[in-house]
Nanobody
Framework: QVQLVESGGGLVQPGGSLRLSCAASGRTFSSYAMGWFRQAPGKEREFVSGINWRGGSTSYADSVKGRFTISRDNAKNTMSLQMNSLKPEDTAVYYC??????????????WGQGTQVTVSS
């Protein structure tokens, strides 16, 4: 059974930084692409960033490009999202997700429970 557990959310002022982490278990982590999604109140869940199985290829939503950095450590079965220059519009529940293949395309197979990020002064 796959489990994805996010951590690192919280309250931060505009312009600040947060680092989210996702710990994965249940199947061979290094065989699957991973991603981060977010959902703000009253809005649909949206793609934030994705990373391929080896970590050599990443993708970002235009809204976070240049501010967020995704990474993974296959030896530790973890994935991270470094978020800098945070804006109030980044406020959302952030979800870790695992895809069915090597690339972060299509709809993920598994989801974490989410972690709240609030950007406010």
């Amino acid at each position: 059974q796959v489990q994805l557990v996010e951590s690192g959310g919280g309250l931060v002022q505009p312009g600040g930084s947060l680092r989210l982490s996702c710990a994965a278990s249940g199947r061979t982590f290094s065989s699957y692409a991973m991603g981060w999604f977010r959902q703000a109140p009253g809005k649909e869940r949206e793609f934030v960033s994705g990373i391929n199985w080896r970590g050599g290829s990443t993708s970002y939503a235009d809204s976070v490009k240049g501010r967020f950095t995704i990474s993974r450590d296959n030896a530790k079965n973890t994935m991270s999202l470094q978020m800098n220059s945070l804006k109030p519009e980044d406020t959302a529940v952030y979800y870790c997700a695992q895809y069915s293949g090597l690339l972060p395309t299509g709809y993920p197979d598994y989801w974490g429970q989410g972690t709240q990020v609030t950007v406010s002064s």
